[in-house]
Structures are given as C-alpha cells and as structure tokens.
C-alpha cells in the first residue's frame, strides 16, 4: 500500500503500552501516521512515546485509562473529538486471559476481561465507524485469537470472548462490503508477549513453543491484511492449519483436543 494514504493521519492503538500495542503502533508509524495510545500504565506508554517520536517523527498522544470501565469509551472518544482529532484507524488491541478452571477463577476479574475483550471493542467500534462511513475513508482492526476457533478448556471465558470478536468482526466486515470502510479481525496463535505472565498460565509447553511466533511478525501480517481488505487473518501456517483443522471437528473433540494441548 501507498504509504501516503494514510501518512499524518491519526490512528487509535489500544493497549499501547506492550506487546502486540507496540509493535502496531511501529507499523502504522512506519507509514507515517501520527497515534492516540490508551493503556493503563502511563509510564510505559511515556516510554513508548519518547521512542516512536524519536524513531519515526510522528506526532504521539498517550491517554492513561481504563478500558474496562462501562463509560471508558464514550469518555475517550468523546476527548478525541474535544481535541479536534479524526480516527482513520482503529486498533481494537486492549484485552487479556485468564487461566485455570473457570470455577477457580476470581469473578471480579472474569467480569472485567469480559468487559475490556467484548464490551469496550464493541462500543468503540460502534462510536468511530459512523464517521468513517460520513467521510468514506477508515480502517477498523479486531483482534481475537486463535482460541476463537474451539472451546478452549483453561481459557473458556477468554476463548469464549474471543469467538464473539471474531463472529462479530466477519459480520460487520461483510455489512461494510460495499462501503470504502474496511474491518478485519487478526487471530493470532501463541506470540511472545506478557500474556501468559498475565494469564497466570506459566510455562509455555512444546506445543505451544512450536507455534510461538514474534509480535513483530504477527503485527506486520495483520496490517497488510487491513490494507488489503481482507476479512481476517490468522498469522503463521501452523496457527492456520490448526484454525482449520479446529473449526472442521466434533465440538466434542475439538474441546479434548485443546485442553489436551494446554497440559502436555
């Protein structure tokens, strides 16, 4: 793609602060657009600031929130606008697991990574594509996971969460076809990032480290996807194969099959 499309344009990055954020925040600075990064952690963000402004000369805003609170994103749209700024892309990146039996599992936190993972990208989604359709120019990428192909025994409610990102994303995409606004949704396999640190899963088993893949590798399939127009993606051959092979099983089976990967 032309970089000059969308060179000092403003994109929207959520969780800007690590992993995934970053590495999409390179990409999208890389073609010259200026960004709007929201995570909780200032510091980190102040960080990451300092280095794409030094890197790539584009302008940066960090905005320290919480996304997982009801009104979070009707706040931060609401200060993009009081700042005069008009989204071209937005990154639906803000998310995190948890691990364990569901009945273990804290359910004030079960109830916030729903909110952050489901809520707060829909409601985003809902507030900037009425925009993007008036002017007849944006981008909207969704990022679900691999985990969005089968039950996911040890990550049910995330797995869960993520199978709605992923069915809403196709649908929405499909009800833009004939708009110039574009959706897809990434859904990327094992990636080195904190997530495991966060889901408390710990070790990362052979299985896993098969397809483990860089952030920087993931970030990059996906852009390319967006700008191309395409629906959704799923990085790396093994990550597709499995997608594949997930979604042609008895449910049955393709639950014992993950939750079986998950333990060896």
Do not use: C
């Amino acid at each position: 793609m032309d970089k000059n499309i969308v060179a000092g344009k403003w994109a929207l990055v959520t969780g800007g602060s690590s992993g995934l954020g970053v590495d999409f925040a390179r990409e999208l600075a890389d073609r010259g657009m200026n960004l709007i990064l929201v995570a909780r952690r200032e510091e980190k963000l102040e960080e990451v600031k300092v280095k794409l402004v030094e890197e790539y000369g584009v302008e940066v805003i960090v905005l320290s929130r919480d996304l997982s609170k009801r009104d979070a994103p009707r706040q931060l749209y609401g200060e993009i606008q009081d700042r005069g700024l008009v989204i071209e892309i937005l990154v639906n990146n803000a998310g995190f697991g948890m691990y364990g039996k569901f009945q273990d599992q804290d359910l004030d936190a079960l109830q916030d990574m729903i909110d952050l993972n489901v809520r707060t990208l829909t409601s985003l989604t809902h507030l900037v594509l009425p925009g993007m359709l008036e002017r007849g120019s944006g981008y909207v990428l969704q990022v679900a996971s691999n985990a969005a192909f089968q039950p996911s025994p040890g990550y049910a409610a995330y797995g869960g969460t993520k199978s709605y990102v992923h069915s809403f994303s196709q649908a929405v995409s499909y009800e833009l076809r004939d708009t110039p606004v574009r959706m897809t949704v990434v859904s990327p396999g094992p990636t080195r990032t904190e997530f495991h640190d966060v889901s408390s899963q710990g070790r990362d088993n052979w299985y896993i480290q098969m397809q483990l893949m860089s952030s920087e590798k993931v970030t990059r399939t996906a852009i390319r996807a967006l700008f191309q127009g395409k629906p959704g993606v799923v990085p790396g051959w093994i990550n597709k194969t499995a997608a594949w092979f997930a979604q042609r099983l008895p449910r049955r089976w393709a639950a014992a099959l993950a939750g079986w990967t998950m333990e060896v």
